[in-house]
């Protein structure tokens, strides 16, 4: 959540709706790295103008 700059109720929303991979380890939610840059580098938004 940190990385993303997101709440907790945020990025739980991202993850069941499937727009950022995710596996549940003993009821723990775990995203690989390449999983989060890659959602990161995809939502990009440009400067405004």
């Known amino acids: 959540m940190?990385?993303?700059g997101?709440?907790?109720n945020t990025f739980y929303r991202l993850v069941e709706?499937?727009?950022l991979?995710?596996?549940r380890i003993r009821?723990?939610?775990r995203v690989s790295t390449e999983d989060?840059?890659?959602f990161i580098q995809n939502n990009?938004?440009?400067p405004m103008n």
């Open 6 to 8: 997101v709440s907790r």
């Open 44 to 46: 990009r938004v440009g």
């Open 36 to 38: 989060l840059l890659a």
């Open 2 to 4: 940190r990385w993303l």
């Open 21 to 23: 991979p995710s596996v």
């Open 27 to 29: 009821g723990c939610i």
């Open 17 to 19: 709706g499937g727009e």
